[in-house]
């Protein structure tokens, strides 16, 4: 028993201590609170900064020596947060343009700090937040400063510790922006001896080129045909765009204020600028300035005609909009985007060329015709795009151009210790087509600039960087920085800059006055000279170097799929068959290709970079299926008017009754196809010419039979194109042919012999056959009778036959009688 006792303790200790290491590993398995080492960024989001200023945004020298950064940090976490406290620190000025975007994220290894931690608020609860003010010299000798001593780019850095509840010091966030610095400004008021400015060196001017786009992304509504008014807009934003204050407004404006002769005296600045119009909006201002309609409906299935809309607010806001564009337009530089900013590889594989010209020829005639100008030509402008193979081979089918976009991105160099940025060397990419490339890290540091920053897809994913956690003020610096970087490094080549923005730049008035202005500040300052964008297109179109093609499509991101140009390459077929059958309304004017141009335009719109990467390609099939119900119904409104019942033909030449409906807004050139049976031959009346409304046709046909068949008549384009539904006649013909015809002729002889013998006989006194019922006529008597010549025998007196009874007076008689009496 004793043994027992003591195997039963044994086994009680040990299932205690099992359960001490179960309860153990359960602990050490359950969520443990986020904690963070003192000096390392947080996994777990407690705080955020916001950089709300930076004084001077642009240092020179006539700027004060001492920066100025304001801002705010917020809690945003689940927990408190104590002891919060910022730092503002700095790196070194920029050896290349990949620094532009790589500086602003990743490690922090290259930033120093300025000075100590300054404690911005002792406790932060959950949503609260608190303002903090930084202060530091650019250069001195004596205390702590942001070690400026030549002009250049520097990267800032404020960062921001604190202790969140239940955890450890850490660093929780921080925010970083760039300093352009054209001039050192001088120090008068230096501890131990005055500093004289650095001014920038000038000996190596950089060739200056910008555009600046006016764009939007497409606004009218799918599937309307021309000749509709008024107009239809899916929505009425560009009412407030074109109003003051509005995005395309504030734009419009900047580029009046920075060309115009108070500011730009010499013009330098006007030579360098170029307005990037996308013609679909000029187009919808312009109908926009005629009065227009906005649907009800958002969405895109509901906005087909016929659906409920209310009139547009912005008809003044946009004739003026365009007034002030057509004034502007004729003191500077015009280019046209692809219309509805189309992307030019997806275009390629839809493979129709009247797409391509209406992409990439007809917008300079649009732009011309609606602001009175002479646009720029030979150039193909893609701020949002990377320039593939199959754009190459679409802009080689146009003869000579010169495509501006943006330069593939280069790998660092790793066996040296400076940095490799993107050739943007011009160069030929074909026989046909030159590049005039830019820096996709200048053009990623300008699309982030302003209140809807995006990621363009020509950038490489080692250039992307966290635009939306960054203020707006802080992106508007790194745009600033991106613009005077290549002026500001001397040992950048080649010494020439083309400045691209995304097509919707989404500036606030400040932003764009900013920009402006250091373009200005570049150009006034002799860091650069103003290069017109025609210079720049003859320059690269009179390039002789070997092609060399561009590389593979950098980025999936944004690629309208396969099954999206397939449909588009499938409609257009349609809708270019139907339009070849059309004509001129000569009421109207209205042509074909005018009343279906529209749809077409639809299909580039359908194929626009103007939206967000992540929804084009569910934008473009709504369109598109919208767009293919618009042409099924044109298809189904020219048609053959179904009788609903049957017809009888007379004769076996008598025509067959029909009537056509037209329900477009132009004629059209129409064939009838009759589907006889044996024995009916119908005459092809050809091509015919079928007006808007009703025509009835009579068909000459030749029927061989006696009988009820039914006739199927369908109509088709004169390439053989079905157009409505077909429509099966029911047809009763009374013709009898041959038969019956040879039965009439037979019948016409027999009766002719007849009255030909009769009057034979009657010719020679003889008696006919159809005379032998009748009484034979009386003798004739001798005027004299002779001597001995007997006389004839009294005949007895013969009653009238009317007075004899009618029950005694023979069949015969009675027939003589009536015949007599005839």
């Known amino acids: 028993m004793s043994g027992l006792r003591l195997r039963c303790a044994r086994l009680l200790r040990l299932a205690a201590v099992i359960g001490i290491i179960a309860g153990l590993s359960m602990v050490l398995t359950l969520p443990a609170t986020p904690r963070a080492k003192a000096g390392e960024p947080s996994s777990t989001p407690f705080v955020q900064i916001r950089i709300d200023r930076v004084t001077p945004e642009m240092v020179t020298t006539t700027s004060e020596p001492v920066v100025t950064v304001s801002g705010i940090v917020i809690n945003i976490g689940d927990r408190p947060v104590r002891d919060v406290m910022v730092r503002l620190e700095h790196a070194p000025a920029l050896t290349a343009s990949d620094e532009l975007r790589t500086s602003l994220d990743g490690g922090t290894d290259q930033y120093e700090a300025v000075a100590d931690f300054l404690t911005v608020s002792p406790e932060l609860q959950r949503g609260q937040q608190a303002g903090f003010t930084l202060s530091a010299p650019l250069r001195s000798s004596t205390k702590p400063s942001l070690d400026v001593e030549k002009p250049g780019i520097y990267p800032l850095l404020v960062n921001v510790n604190g202790t969140p509840d239940y955890g450890a010091p850490a660093r929780l966030d921080n925010g970083r922006f760039l300093l352009p610095v054209v001039g050192v400004p001088p120090d008068k008021a230096a501890e131990s001896e005055a500093l004289d400015a650095v001014p920038p060196d000038t000996q190596k001017p950089v060739w200056m080129t910008m555009l600046w786009p006016l764009a939007d992304r497409p606004r009218l509504a799918p599937g309307v045909p021309g000749g509709s008014i008024p107009v239809r807009l899916v929505d009425d934003e560009l009412a407030s765009s074109f109003a003051s204050g509005g995005r395309l407004d504030v734009l419009l404006s900047a580029a009046e204020l920075a060309t115009s002769r108070e500011v730009d005296p010499d013009g330098t600045v006007t030579r360098a600028l170029c307005l990037a119009v996308d013609p679909d909006l000029l187009v919808t201002a312009n109908a926009m300035s005629a009065g227009y309609v906005v649907s009800d409906s958002a969405d895109p299935a509901g906005q087909l005609p016929g659906t409920p809309t209310h009139p547009g607010t912005g008809q003044a806001a946009a004739a003026t909009w365009l007034n002030r564009l057509r004034t502007l337009a004729h003191r500077t530089c015009v280019a046209p985007l692809p219309y509805a900013q189309a992307d030019l590889d997806a275009l390629q594989r839809v493979n129709n060329p009247e797409l391509r010209d209406a992409a990439t020829v007809s917008p300079n005639d649009i732009i011309d015709r609606i602001l009175e100008i002479n646009s720029t030509r030979g150039v193909a402008l893609l701020p949002d795009g990377p320039l593939t193979n199959r754009a190459v081979d679409l802009l080689s089918a146009d003869g000579a151009m010169v495509a501006v976009a943006a330069a593939e991105s280069m790998p660092e160099d790793t066996s040296g210790d400076e940095q490799i940025s993107a050739d943007i060397t011009p160069r030929r990419v074909s026989p046909q087509v030159a590049l005039a490339p830019f820096d996709p890290a200048i053009g990623a540091a300008l699309s982030a600039a302003g209140s809807n920053p995006v990621v363009p897809t020509y950038l490489d994913s080692s250039l992307n960087v966290r635009i939306m956690h960054d203020s707006s003020t802080a992106r508007r610096q790194d745009a600033l920085g991106a613009i005077l970087w290549r002026s500001l490094a001397p040992a950048a080549a080649p010494r020439t800059q083309i400045l691209v923005p995304p097509a919707t730049w989404n500036l606030q008035g400040d932003d764009a006055q900013l920009i402006l202005t250091a373009l200005a500040t570049t150009i006034h300052s002799g860091l650069a000279v103003p290069r017109p964008l025609p210079a720049l297109v003859a320059d690269a179109a009179a390039r002789t170097d070997p092609p060399r093609p561009p590389g593979r499509y950098p980025n999936v991101r944004g690629r309208f799929s396969d099954d999206i140009t397939a449909v588009i390459s499938s409609q257009m077929s349609r809708l270019g068959k139907l339009t070849a059958a059309m004509t001129t309304d000569h009421r109207t004017g209205l042509t074909g290709a005018q009343y279906t141009a529209p749809l077409r335009e639809d299909m580039l719109r359908a194929l626009s970079q103007s939206v967000p990467p992540d929804t084009r390609n569910g934008l473009a099939q709504q369109r598109t299926s919208v767009v293919g119900n618009t042409i099924n119904d044109l298809f189904g409104a020219v048609t053959i008017v179904n009788p609903g019942g049957s017809y009888t033909l007379a004769t076996e030449h008598s025509p067959l009754p029909l009537a056509l409906h037209n ?160």
């Open 663 to 822: 329900g477009l807004s132009v004629p059209i050139r129409v064939k009838l196809q009759v589907d006889a049976p044996p024995g009916m031959t119908v005459t092809d009346l050809g091509v015919i010419e079928l007006p808007p409304g009703y025509l009835p046709l009579r068909v000459p046909v030749e029927v061989n039979f006696t009988q009820r068949v039914a006739v199927d008549v369908t109509l088709k384009t004169p390439d053989g194109m079905p157009l409505g539904a077909p429509v099966r006649l029911s047809v009763h013909s009374n013709a009898y042919g041959k038969v019956l015809f040879a039965i009439t002729l037979t019948a016409a002889a027999f009766l002719v012999f007849l009255a030909g013998r009769r009057l034979w006989h009657r010719f020679r006194g003889q008696p006919d056959r159809a005379d032998l019922d009748r009484d034979p006529p009386p003798a004739r008597r001798p005027k004299a009778l002779g001597a001995g010549a007997a006389e004839d025998p009294p005949r007895p007196a013969r009653l009238p036959t009317s007075a004899r009874p009618p029950e005694t007076r023979p069949v015969a008689a009675r027939r003589v009688d009536e015949e007599h009496r005839v």
